[in-house]
């Protein structure tokens, strides 16, 4: 597949860090994004083909009566067991990058974000014009965590033990997002991004920039 000539950025982040609310801060900016974490929402709706597969992996206690997949059941195994979870990532993320490369090359504005929580994890990096990551400190971090999910110190950090930690992120990093503060700091850092990927837009010739992705 040749590389979409539109610019674009990767935005990934830990879990809790901010990534959805960074994400719609760019949507009210005027800029395209495509979060991963939907279109793997639409690929396990019941009778998709994806979701069939996962019962066939892992079982049929992966669903529910009314033909949902039990969220929780596929969670508590692929955050225990790291060979379940690298055949959920197989038969996942490529289906998924699909999808989202051929939603960048419809892409007409200056510049797009894909949001990807597992970036790191799951693709290479030098497929995006700039890698953004959202950052915050781990005591806040599970702090977001356990209050928006629930969640127990146990299962919090079996969840944080699952992804690559911060500084291995941040060294993949070309720009960072400091979510340590408020909303209007976290706004302001977000429009001056913008700005700068303006900037380089207007500067690039993308067809200089075409490969294989």
């Known amino acids: ?64 009566a009314d033909g949902q997949l039990n969220r929780s059941q596929l969670r508590q195994l692929i955050f225990s067991d790291a060979k379940a979870r690298a055949k959920l990532n197989a038969l996942m993320h490529p289906k998924i990058q699909k999808i989202m490369w051929q939603w960048v090359s419809a892409q007409t504005a200056a510049y797009c974000v894909c949001v990807i929580p597992l ?29 928006r999910d629930g969640l127990s110190q146990r299962q919090v950090d079996q969840l944080l033990a699952a992804q690559c930690q911060g500084q291995q992120r941040l060294a993949f990093a070309d720009d960072v997002l400091d979510n340590n503060g408020n909303t209007k700091r976290l706004t302001e850092q977000v429009l001056r991004l913008h700005t700068v990927y303006l900037d380089r837009v207007n500067k690039l010739d993308f067809s200089e920039k075409q490969g294989n992705l």
């Open 119 to 147: 970036l790191i994890e799951t693709m290479p990096v030098d497929q995006f014009d700039r890698i953004l990551v959202v950052d915050c400190d781990l005591i806040l971090q599970k702090q977001r965590l356990s209050a």
């Open 1 to 64: 597949m040749q590389k979409p000539s539109i610019f674009t950025v990767a935005l990934t982040g830990g879990i809790a860090c901010g990534k959805t609310q960074v994400s719609r801060l760019f949507v009210n900016l005027g800029v395209p994004v495509i979060d991963t974490d939907d279109i793997a929402r639409e690929m396990v709706a019941p009778h998709q083909p994806t979701l069939q597969a996962i019962v066939r992996l892992f079982g049929a206690h992966m669903l529910q």
